[in-house]
């Protein structure tokens, strides 16, 4: 029998196929399009949270005025008289009650020096003091941008400007709460009593308390937002990059 014949040889495989090179040439696109996206976000974060560090500083002094003025409420431009006599005129805060006089200024009782407001209002110039303190130690948290990220320092005042706004917020509810004293009684006449200013009306400093609330609450949230873009829309390696840059002029 004739032997069988040899199987033709197996064709070696050749090397396999390029790859594509879309993936190459794309690769330095996408890395442009996020510095550039990663440049645009430190810019406008940079730029709103100087804003919101502008405000913050701004209504930490206003506090300060707020407590320390005697302007909280004050006797109205219409007096009336009463058995003859013209009543007192004159304005009172916290701590200070100023009654108008002959001389140019005022005769003013009390002040803050004393560190001892009047008896009806010592729980509101407590609550004062408590939001004066959360706001003013929340602009001092401000240097800590240098040494955590930006979201942790953003976090950290937005939690303080909200304890700040709802201390002043229980100020401004007991503060009408407590006109039942000898004090408004004598500004004000005897038909005052609590919610009820009798011939006094509130004046600009409780006024400018009350947009404090707001404004507090407008800040803890512009801060939380900040807080939460830093950690979303940025990649984990370049949040502490960025942390840096925020602070860099």
Same mark, same amino acid.
């Given at each position: 029998t004739d032997a069988a014949a040899p199987a033709p040889p197996t064709p070696s495989p050749g090397p396999p196929d390029p790859a594509p090179a879309a993936g190459m040439s794309t690769s330095p696109?996408?890395?442009?399009?996020?510095?550039?996206?990663?440049?645009?976000?430190?810019?406008s974060a940079r730029a709103v949270?100087?804003?919101?560090?502008?405000?913050?500083?701004?209504f930490a002094v206003i506090q300060v005025v707020i407590?320390?003025?005697? $302007?909280?409420?004050?006797?109205?431009?219409?007096?009336?008289?009463?058995?003859g006599s013209q009543l007192p005129s004159g304005t009172m805060g916290l701590f200070e009650v100023c009654m108008e006089s002959d001389w140019p200024v005022p005769d003013c009782r009390g002040g803050l020096?004393?560190? $001892?407001?009047?008896?009806s209002f010592q729980s509101v110039a407590v609550l004062v003091g408590v939001s004066l303190w959360a706001v003013w130690t929340s602009v001092l948290c401000l240097c800590l941008f240098r040494f955590c990220s930006a979201a942790?320092?953003?976090?950290?005042?937005?939690?303080?400007?909200?304890?700040?706004?709802f201390c002043l917020a229980l100020a401004c509810l007991l503060f009408p709460d407590s006109w039942e004293s000898p004090e408004m009684r004598t500004l004000c006449g005897n038909s005052v009593s609590s919610f009820s200013p009798g011939n006094c009306s509130v004046h600009w400093a409780y006024i400018l308390a009350l947009l404090g609330v707001l404004d507090y609450a407008i800040l803890a949230t512009?801060?939380?937002?900040?807080?939460?873009?830093?950690?979303a829309l940025l990649p984990p390696d370049s949040q502490e990059v960025t942390a840096g840059l925020l602070m860099m002029a």
């Open positions: 696109s996408l890395v442009d399009l996020s510095r550039l996206y990663q440049t645009e976000f430190v810019r949270g100087a804003l919101w560090a502008v405000c913050t500083l701004c407590l320390v003025q005697p $302007s909280w409420i004050g006797t109205s431009n219409t007096r009336t008289q009463q058995e020096s004393s560190l $001892s407001p009047f008896p942790t320092v953003y976090k950290i005042c937005a939690w303080l400007q909200l304890t700040a706004g512009l801060a939380f937002v900040l807080a939460n873009r830093q950690d």
